[in-house]
């Protein structure tokens, strides 16, 4: 049953509960617009109103720019990291030595890190076409996919992997089905442990991901804008044409956008910022548990804090226009020219709340009262982090720049 959206830490996220937080933030942005629509006429008599149109087209890079430089980034690196799992289990399959072994497991590490990068934008394509469940769907199905892999010993069906794709349970793939194939209790199998049929159904999840993967960037980039490689897997693949969400995300208010303003798609990036910052929190809550050796939920975490960094990055990206050495024009300049303090606020926020993050993993072997201690300060600097991204949301989707109350088309 595919009943969660993954947070790789033991503890996961009903998407019910994501649906109501998410309806929650919804709720709370209608009442802070009733409360400073009252506000809006003061905000323009302070001199604001005089540049709105260059705030509109700082608005307008800022989005495009989030785009190219984040969002296009984030995902060129996903499938470069599913590619090159995809190619360590292939030499693993045919060379199923402990070298092979630990190079798949690496490039597994690789590939989980890469999908936590994508956690701020998990909106447009990614919900359209349940990417986060294809790609990480939590739990796998360990006895379908025991199952799964009898029949195909068995001659009964025909395992590769586009069988897994066209599957209507996502838990029988995606990286935490490559997990289960690869560790138990945590650990790396023995490389000679492994079946025939084991490795047949490693490398066919594997292809199965570098495929969703490339499907994931052509939803943001449309099909026919792929790089020839990319396209050809596509086709090879059989997966359908996509029409690239991104044109219509970076063009709010035009054919062929159903966004009617530039409010729209930076209230999904803000909205996505708080669902993350909010899982987060919800996994550091957690981090005691995954953290003992004596508890199931130890065995499903290999690197809970290395998890949440990922995470965290995804939201800094997001906030500062960019993965590393790519950013430009950001959702922090719009904050800042409202508000330079918040903007500088939010910046350290995200700095020491990773820093706490690190300090907990580096605290792996003190004791339990002083790992509990590192967690609650951990756990204070991402409340911080919330209730300041909470305040910089107004500042920018209320903006007269945006045109904060046109609707969706």
Known sequence: MELTRPTQLGVQTPDSAKFLRRLRLVLLLSVLAVTLVIGYQRLANRGVA????TRAQTARVVVANLVDNAVFKTLENLVAKTDSLHQTAMNFQTQPTPEHLEATVD???QSLGAWNLSAAFQYGPATQYDYHKRLASWPCDTVLIEHTMGMAKAGQLQ????FLREQRFASLRGLHTIQYLLFREGKPREASSFTPV????LTSATKALFEESVDFEAAWRGTENLAPQKLAVIKAAGIPVRPGYADEFKNPGLAGSRYASLATPLQEVFQD??????DITLAIEALPEVMDAQTPAYWQSLDPCEDLLNQLRSIENTYLGGIDGFRNR???EMVAVHDKSLDRLIKISLAHTAHRIAVIR???????QDQELLIRVAHGELQKLMSRMFAAIPLVILDPAVEPFAAYR
């Not at 580096?362 to 339990?368: G, L, T």
Request: net charge negative; proline share 3%.
């Open 273 to 278: 910022i708080s669902g993350s910052i909010e």
């Open 107 to 109: 490039a597994w590490r």
């Open 198 to 201: 084991e490795l047949t159904y």
């Open 330 to 332: 950001a959702v922090s």
């Open 50 to 53: 005089n540049d709105v149109q």
């Open 362 to 368: 580096d605290a792996k072997d003190q004791s339990p």
């Open 159 to 162: 395992l590769d992997s586009r």
